[in-house]
């Protein structure tokens, strides 16, 4: 059997989870019901700057971003702390916020709101996959809390098509 896109991830963080397992790391439910109301993910930087392997083989680095991602009333409401805060966009162009968006499209179903929480470990354009992670957290927290129903391959694919990098995903 072929590994999943997750493989390199796996191989080379020193953790038999993947990726996306990585990423996951708690969920809060409201009192009220069994919906969750809010995700919280830390995923891991990668680089694909690897010798001959330029923009072909990947590794996931030991530096984190953690986001955490709620469902609120209405609107969007972004926070950002951490390495390069004041460069993070804080409306819809956030990286976080369009990959929800394009879950909630390909999914075809809708939100209230999204509240963003981001904790920016890794800097931002110096090739360590600052983009891909927020693009990750995006699409795994959207999927979430409408109901976890993507594959792997839809995750990379609505992931991938936002990157243009399948590679600084996997």
């Known amino acids: 059997k072929r590994p999943s896109p997750w493989a390199a991830a796996q191989k080379f963080s020193g953790t038999a989870r993947s990726r996306k397992a990585m990423a996951r790391t708690s969920k809060k439910r409201s009192k009220t019901d069994q919906d969750v109301q809010s995700v919280t993910y830390r995923v891991p930087g990668s680089t694909t ?3 001959s392997g330029f923009d072909t083989l990947g590794i996931a680095l030991q530096v984190y ?3 955490t991602i ?3 009333p209405e609107g969007i409401e972004i926070e950002a702390a951490g390495m390069g805060a004041d460069s993070i ?3 819809k162009e956030n990286m976080v916020v369009r990959a929800a968006l394009a879950t909630l499209e390909y999914k075809k179903t809708t939100l209230p709101g999204l509240k963003v929480k981001i904790e920016a470990r890794i800097p931002l ?3 360590m996959g600052s983009s891909s992670t927020a693009i990750l957290a995006g699409v795994l927290g959207a999927d979430a809390l409408t109901g976890p129903s993507l594959t792997e ?5 609505i992931a991938g098509n936002l ?3 399948f590679d600084n995903l996997s």
């Open 70 to 72: 709620s469902v609120i």
């Open 89 to 91: 966009m804080k409306e």
């Open 163 to 165: 990157e243009g990098h």
């Open 153 to 157: 391959q839809e995750v990379l694919t």
């Open 125 to 127: 354009a110096r090739g």
């Open 49 to 51: 700057n690897l010798g």
């Open 65 to 67: 971003n953690t986001f």
